[in-house]
């Protein structure tokens, strides 16, 4: 089965500065890779998602992330980070394209400070 | 716009007091989730439907039940709350057609229990 692992549970950042939020994850198979973002006592919306072609993906929000198959990563980036990004950040793997095997990370806290 | 709906957002109800929560969808979704989620935790699956196929997750206590009378609603029962079954109760489809099983959530209902 597959596990999903994110390194950081709170990651502070000042507002403007870049912001890179890790996810590793581990599977025997190809897999489909998602990330969403949790704002407070709201339910999860997704910022992108991988599931073949370009490995760079693009999200919404300025956010974007890179597959990479050989390090088994699948880390998110944002070059310029707002107020507005604080919120808990959820990295998801499906090993099914029908979505019957879905797991979330433990998430990443994003903090942005003024 | 098409959506997940749970109402209501908010919910009180007391120790052994049964409660029931419910979610509509309007993207015709054929699979339908619940999750509970905890404070500063990821989610954690406790069904699904796939039509009307239930599936169980293997560690979910028999106090939560769930029924899905029609494509688009879904209800989570608690027979009996403890106070350890106060969370977020998210609830999420997802086609169930071949594209990485994206899901899509609603709001969240947090559940207080006194």
């Known amino acids: 089965a597959q596990s999903v692992t994110q390194l950081d549970s709170q990651v502070p950042v000042f507002e403007e500065a870049p912001v890179e939020l890790r996810c590793n994850y581990s599977?025997?198979?190809?897999?489909?890779l998602f990330w969403y973002v949790q704002y407070p006592n709201q339910g999860l919306q997704l910022l992108l998602k991988?599931?073949?072609?370009?490995?760079l993906v693009k999200g919404i929000n300025g956010f974007e992330a890179e597959f990479n198959k050989s390090q088994t990563s699948f880390h998110l980036r944002k070059p310029s980070v707002h107020i507005s990004d604080t919120a808990e950040y959820f990295c998801a793997v499906s090993e099914d394209n029908y979505g019957q095997n879905f797991v979330f990370g433990p998430g990443t806290r994003l903090s942005v400070l003024p | 716009d098409a959506m997940v709906i749970q109402n209501p957002r908010y919910q009180v109800t007391q120790f052994g007091k049964p409660v029931t929560l419910s979610c509509s969808q309007t993207l015709n979704h054929n699979v339908m989730y619940w999750y509970q989620q905890k404070s500063s935790q990821a989610p954690k699956l406790l069904f699904h439907?796939?039509?009307?196929?239930?599936?169980n997750e293997a560690d979910t206590p028999d106090n939560f039940q769930s029924r899905r009378p029609n494509t688009s609603f879904c209800f989570l029962d608690i027979r009996s709350p403890g106070l350890g079954d106060a969370a977020m109760y998210l609830c999420?489809?997802?086609?169930?057609?071949?594209?990485?099983?994206?899901?899509?959530f609603g709001p969240g209902t947090r559940l207080t229990v006194t």
């Open positions: 599977s025997s198979v190809s897999v489909y």
């Open positions: 999420a489809t997802s086609t169930g057609l071949a594209g990485g099983g994206e899901q899509y």
């Open positions: 439907y796939y039509d009307k196929d239930f599936n």
């Open positions: 991988y599931l073949s072609g370009s490995t």
